[in-house]
């Protein structure tokens, strides 16, 4: 029996997962590519071979149905025979709805969405080009070609998409239980095609594309180019996305039995981000308290007073202090006069409205207009980066193929954020400086574009792959043995490192003057005598950092001064005594440097049995892990010959290595073939998948500074597909059950318990990095998902879905509950001022913003934490907030093939989205203090969007050489209005929501594509 081993001769399997073995093995498959490919193909030239079993071809995909898939073993598989769950949109989809990125596809999949649509504030959306959701959890398995990428996807060059929902220890070990996005691009082809596609958008945004397919040498050599450039309005402006990409691909097949293919993409992206949700309210107090005393904003504005701060509540809430002594007192002041420095040290400004939990909540919906955006690009970003794969496939013989495959990535982040400027502020002092010469400015709105931040990031990913198939048909090779069945082995071995550094910077002048500004603002800037770069201070406290204040005319939509942080610098050293830089700072938000490697075995068994009609797959995968981090910490970081605070950059950070292990993970899964070739059912099968998954601790601490714990997750899918018609018509109905244990993203307002626990003499927190601090929580998600896909006719396509699914959390924030029960005492404790001796309660003792920013007493922050805190647990086997549990979808189109409509196209897609939960009423505690009410939550109205789409097609046009289509896309019909994200509530009214986040929703959209292939 033809390659049969013996157990005792089989492979340690230790240890070939290391490093040492992998290497070899890989120079064994090499030198086996370059010979005996060649001698096979000599000695079987007579012999055909099919694709190989380690590719799909989407040319063989048909309208929106897809036949085979590699996502359930690696392996070609019809998508029948497995049991994922999965949503495959081919190029004919994305072609018809115009989609062109994963997050304008995400829409359309089952139990799944875009996470600045599920999450609160989107804070994703700063950092992450790529932002889907599934089944209520992030997803971080964002792949191409079955490789992991940071490069956010796009359509350019992608044959097709595939949303695998839940988890698949064959696909991916470490990694999120919810699923996994993987895009294929398109290799070199065998056939000369050409195409260039023009899309424009109302908005003004333009794409151009173009794709050249040539074939060098018949059925050996062929090469693919494709480029697009993208300049992308966003309709909330003035935001804008522009891309440049390049690709190219090279398909070399000396021998029918051996393959060689190169693939490789640049990219450069740049965007600024969108604030999606309505601006954040800190003037309608002001306006309210004036209208109330019968003045207008101006009359109601107090006299400025260099010497004195406006302590909280002081002078009513809608007064508030730019910043106390030290602070972030120098600003550059854009009005409409021009740039001007001004010393703001104790600025009255407006102060900002409160919710419980001391949220700032949205301006009301009519405020401003939607479209506008009162920080203009101020939060921006620069992606740059490449990839590049390399494939070689031989089939040895009938039964064994072989793959080896690398790929190389590096991407380059560059973002510039300013976190206060999504908050509109009005001017509340009536003079300037000297309490006398009246403020120009009083009663005008303004924005803080303040916080100078950058954050610079180099990721690289390495990969080298080893992958072999074995196919064995007891049937064809034995007489007897058929009832064994047929039965392919996989077995794949992968060596990978990702490393990742970056480093925070702030804007600062690094050679600040020490004369008066001018002759109302008396100090320079920095109140503090020991200037900056004179003498070290012994941390940072933003006395020299840039701040731009913009002031905004509302009715103009005019912004004055600069807002895209390129010009920031420039604009600044326009001042004498400005020296502007970007410093690297390890007091801000810290540097950091961390690599791991793994190295990956992997064993796929799946078998067919009686016919084919049984067909089960069982998978085993280890990841033998090592965790490199930075030697560095604190003061370690600190640049020996710059001032205190300056960091050394996180490239030149040495790494050693935190910790070793080797998780496994398993999935298994049978499908049953139930009815086969049924009169029009085509096959009735059920199916059964259950998969392990692991996740490796993140970046970052327990507020308790202890590791974040690694994540361990379970997933059980199973349900009935089916097809009819000659597979025309084809579905799934899948039941699932994920459960995941600590799930490390509960972020309970930074958890900046050091601002508590310092005056309290508490030095657990001392050196807590806010920003990286994080507490664990599991995780529950069931529910359902039905979808359809269906080619009625040639020229009408379709696919509908609905699903519902519920995620429930568990064991919620366990040590940010710990920290509260040891230390609530301490925290709000009645101390010394350490300046004065007085003793003071928490509603009178400041613990931030004494060096910039609003001023916070240790009550308030307190407040903020712990109603964060319980939101959070009230969220414990109840209602997750903002979680639309059912959703339907439905995609059609429909091609004129004749008659007097011949040529042209129509379709229409529809998804709708039911209520969600936004907050929770409040309840009274014996100790007087209002908290969240489990059994009260607030919701939101269901979302509906229709679009629509209108097309013509000419083929054979310029001299019969050239095929021309043009489609108008409408999305949006009738637009959605704006919808609370998150509400909460006041003490004086614990049953009456208000929203404290509010999404702008979505304007109607038009989009026209012209495409011309030849």
């Given amino acids: 029996m033809k390659n049969k081993q013996d157990p005792a001769s089989q492979p340690n399997f230790a240890q070939i997962r290391s490093r040492k073995n992998l290497t070899g093995l890989a120079l064994v498959l090499c030198t086996g590519l370059a010979t005996g490919s060649v001698a096979y193909a000599q000695d079987e030239d007579e012999e055909i071979f099919e694709l190989s079993p380690f590719e799909v071809n989407a040319e063989e995909d048909r309208g929106y149905e897809a036949q085979n898939t590699l996502s359930g073993t690696r392996l070609n598989t019809s998508t029948k025979d497995i049991g994922v769950t999965m949503t495959i949109l081919t190029e004919k989809f994305m072609e018809d709805l115009a989609v062109n990125s994963t997050n304008q596809m995400v829409d359309f999949t089952p139990g799944s969405e875009v996470e600045t649509t599920q999450g609160g504030e989107g804070a994703s959306q700063v950092y992450w080009g790529d932002n889907p959701r599934i089944r209520g959890i992030r997803v971080e398995n964002i792949v191409r070609n079955q490789f992991k990428t940071n490069i956010t996807a796009d359509s350019y060059n992608a044959g097709r998409f595939e949303f695998s929902r839940g ?178 040290l104790n600025k009255v400004i407006s102060g900002p409205a409160r919710v419980a939990g001391n949220k700032n909540p949205s301006l009301p919906t009519d405020f401003l207009p939607r479209d506008f955006n009162i920080f203009g690009n101020s939060n921006f970003q620069d992606f740059q980066g490449h990839n590049i794969q390399g494939v070689a496939q031989w089939k040895v013989n009938e039964y064994i193929d072989l793959e080896l495959a690398a790929n190389d990535e590096e991407v380059k982040y560059d973002f510039m954020i300013n976190w206060g400027a999504n908050t509109l502020y009005l001017d509340a002092s009536s003079t300037l400086n000297d309490g006398v010469t009246p403020n120009p400015n009083v009663g005008k709105y303004f924005v803080r574009n303040d916080t100078g931040w950058r954050y610079k990031q180099n990721r690289t990913l390495k990969n080298l792959r080893a992958t072999g198939s074995l196919q064995y048909d007891f049937a064809e090779e034995t007489d007897s043995l058929g009832w064994l069945g047929k039965h392919n082995v996989a077995v794949l071995l992968e060596q990978s490192e990702a490393e990742h550094r970056w480093d925070s910077l702030w804007l600062a002048n690094t050679t600040p003057n020490t004369t008066p500004v001018d002759a109302l603002d008396t100090a320079a800037w920095s109140f503090s005598p020991e200037n900056w770069p004179d003498e070290p201070r012994n941390g940072w406290n933003g006395a020299n950092l840039i701040k731009m204040i913009n002031y905004v005319d509302l009715d103009t939509q005019t912004i004055h001064g600069p807002t895209d942080p390129r010009e920031f610098q420039a604009y600044a050293n326009q001042f004498d005594g400005i020296n502007a830089e970007w410093v690297p700072s390890y007091n801000a938000i810290a540097p950091a440097a961390n690599r791991e490697d793994v190295d990956t075995f992997l064993g796929v068994l799946q078998s067919r049995f009686f016919d084919n009609r049984l067909v089960t797959t069982f998978g085993w995968r280890v990841d033998s892990r090592e965790d490199y981090d930075t030697t560095w910490q604190g003061g370690d970081w600190q640049d020996e010959s710059k001032p205190a605070g300056w960091s050394k950059l996180a490239a030149d950070a040495p790494l050693a290595l935190q910790s070793e292990d080797d998780p496994d993970t398993i999935s298994r899964g049978a499908n049953y073939h139930l009815f086969r070739d049924q009169g029009k059912l085509d096959y009735l099968t059920l199916y059964v998948q259950e998969s392990t998954t692991f996740g490796s601790n993140a ?168 109603f964060a805190y319980l939101t959070e647990k009230a969220q414990e086997g109840s209602r997750t907030l903002n979680e639309r549990r059912n959703k339907f979808v439905m995609v059609t189109s429909y091609d004129f093939r004749d008659g007097p409509f011949k040529g042209f196209g129509i379709g229409a897609d529809v998804i709708w989205q039911d209520d969600a939960a936004t907050g929770f009423a409040l309840k009274q505690l014996d100790n007087g203090s209002w908290v969240p009410d489990a059994d009260k939550p607030f919701f939101t109205d269901d979302l509906l969007r229709v679009g629509a789409t209108l097309s013509y097609r000419k083929e054979n046009v310029f001299k019969d050489r050239l095929d021309w289509k043009v489609q108008l896309n409408i999305r949006n019909i009738g637009k959605v209005d704006p919808y609370v994200v998150r509400h909460s509530a006041v003490s004086t009214a614990p049953d009456t929501p208000i929203a404290w986040y509010t999404n702008r929703g979505l304007p109607t959209q038009y989009v026209l594509t012209n495409t011309f292939e030849w």
């Fill in 167 to 344: 988890g698949n220890s064959i696909l991916f070990g470490i990694g999120d239980p919810s699923g996994l996005v993987n895009r294929y691009t398109n290799d070199a082809i065998f056939a000369d095609t050409n195409r260039y596609r023009f899309q424009i958008d109302d908005e003004g945004g333009t794409r151009h594309e173009l794709n050249f397919n040539k074939v060098l040498i018949e059925d050996t050599l062929a090469a693919r180019v494709a480029v697009m450039h993208e300049e992308g309005e966003n309709w909330i402006k003035p935001l804008f996305q522009d891309q440049d990409r390049a690709y190219a691909a090279i398909t070399y097949k000396p021998a029918e039995n051996f393959t060689l293919k190169f693939r490789a993409e640049h990219f450069d992206w740049q965007r600024s981000i969108a604030s999606y949700g309505i601006h954040q309210d800190a003037v309608t107090p002001f306006i309210d308290a004036a209208a109330e005393a019968g003045e207008t904003v101006e009359e109601h504005a107090i006299a400025r007073n260099y010497g004195w701060w406006i302590a909280p509540g002081a002078n009513g809430p809608e007064f508030n202090d730019w910043g106390y002594t030290g602070g972030n007192s120098l600003v550059l002041i854009n009005d409409e006069t021009g740039p001007s420095p001004r010393n703001w």
């Fill in 699 to 866: 970046v970052g601490v327990l507020p308790n500074k202890d590791a974040r714990p690694n994540t361990t997750g379970d997933t059980l899918n199973y349900g009935i597909k089916f097809g009819a018609f000659d597979n025309r018509i084809s579905g799934v109905l899948t039941i699932f059950d994920v459960e995941v244990e600590n799930k490390g993203d509960v972020n309970l307002q930074w958890n900046n318990f050091d601002l508590l626990g310092q005056p309290a003499g508490i030095d657990l927190f001392e050196g807590l990095d806010p920003s990286t601090t994080r507490d664990s929580r599991d995780l529950v998600s069931k529910g359902w998902e039905f979808q359809v896909n269906a080619n009625i006719t040639d020229n009408w396509r379709m696919m509908f879905s609905f699903d519902n699914f519920e995620t429930e959390f568990a064991n919620v924030a366990p040590v940010t509950g710990q920290i509260f029960d040891m230390y609530s005492s301490d925290f709000l404790a009645t101390l010394p001022n350490p300046e004065t001796g007085e003793m003071e309660g928490p509603d009178v003792r400041i613990v931030s913003g004494a060096d910039g920013g609003e001023m916070k007493t240790a009550q308030q922050v307190y407040d903020e934490i712990y």
